[in-house]
């Protein structure tokens, strides 16, 4: 009999992983299979956001006789959920939450790393089927094992990321994660409920072809920024141009895609958002080590994003992301 045995499942690539370091506790291969077990009960729920208008709006009872709660929620607790009751995660910090939740019970108080999510990010384009996405970041953490995780051990700069991912809820549901070894994006089989390894080794193209920005905040940003936007759009013996927009509203719908094809994804600082509107730990850190992994760039417009010291939790950054020949040529602008 002729078994499929080519389609590696994220199940059986974090454990192919572990064989390669002998000496690793299996918890960050734990943790990796976790967000891909809350990851699915997502997605199932995300599949059938409209039908929950037509069943009933959030906060109703639905025909199951459960409370409907809004998918932000569901997604919030379905994360920490599996991390809580894990082994291998001490405490979280989610866009949902105004502070740090720390787990303090005996498993978690000696486990390895703590973890940063946005469980639902660009939730508001659930209404008009438009791809949404989950965003989460890994630290070891720098406390005492065997005590409660602490406030530092969430506020490290994002270069100390031990693992980062995202899972884009979109025309097929994909989790894509980057360790140090390397970018893994594993596709949801819906016929066997598992992620599997569809994109292995993923690298960003130098250059690309595609630039993402609001258009609408143009007359909101520096005129560096507006100097690069406007050189975008012409052509351009050097690099190509005119490059063509591509904005979806939805980080992970966008990134994505330049992280795949090439390009460059800029949210910069507006004058109604002078410290920029995305945050740092668990948008732009994950993404900046995500595409530096590929081969890419992340900075705030002046460094590197991984290489800013965090003060709390919920605090925004401007982001250029994308193939590293496009940073290189916005550096030229923005360095003027
Ligand atoms: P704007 C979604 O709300 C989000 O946080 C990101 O996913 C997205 O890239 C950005 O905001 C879009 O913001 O101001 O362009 O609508």
Not at 61 to 71: A, C
Not at 169 to 194: C, H, K, Q, W
Not at 324 to 329: A, P, R
């Amino acid at each position: 009999m002729n078994v499929n045995r080519k389609v590696l499942t994220l199940d059986e690539f974090t454990i192919q992983q572990l064989r390669m370091f002998p000496n690793a506790t299996g918890e960050l291969s734990n943790l990796l299979r976790d967000m891909g077990l809350a990851a699915k009960r997502v997605n199932v729920e995300v599949n059938k956001a409209g039908l929950v208008d037509i069943l009933g709006d959030a906060g109703t009872i639905n025909v199951q006789g459960e409370d409907v709660k809004k998918l932000d929620i569901f997604a919030n607790n379905q994360f920490m959920g599996v991390l809580r009751h894990g082994i291998s995660c001490a405490g979280i910090g989610s866009e949902e939450m105004d502070e740090f939740v720390v787990f303090d019970d005996e498993i978690s108080n000696n486990s390895k790393y703590v973890c940063l999510f946005d469980p639902l990010d660009g939730s508001g384009n659930i209404d008009v089927n438009v791809s949404i996405g989950t965003i989460f970041s890994v630290y070891r953490r720098v406390s005492e094992r065997g005590k409660p995780c602490t406030k530092e051990d969430f506020l490290q700069p994002g270069r100390k990321q031990v693992a980062a991912g995202y899972i884009v809820y979109g025309s097929s549901t994909m989790m894509v994660y980057a360790t140090r070894r390397g970018v893994n994006g594993f596709t949801l089989d819906p016929s066997i409920g598992e992620f599997t390894l569809s994109h292995p080794d993923i690298k960003c193209p130098e250059s690309g072809k595609v630039y993402s920005v609001n258009h609408g905040n143009f007359f909101q940003y520096e005129d560096r920024v507006k100097a690069y936007i406007d050189a975008c759009q012409k052509k351009n013996r050097d690099n190509g141009g005119p490059y063509t927009q591509r904005y979806i509203g939805s980080m992970v719908a966008d990134v994505h895609r330049n992280l795949i094809k090439g390009g460059i994804f800029m949210y910069p600082t507006t004058i109604d958002k002078p410290k920029g509107k995305l945050r740092l730990l668990y948008e732009c850190n994950p993404f900046a080590f995500i595409v530096e992994v590929a081969g890419g760039r992340a900075t705030n417009g002046k460094q590197r994003i991984l290489d800013i010291q965090p003060t709390e939790l919920h605090q925004r950054s401007s982001l250029f992301i994308g193939s590293k020949n496009m940073m290189d040529e916005l550096d030229t602008y923005l360095n003027q």
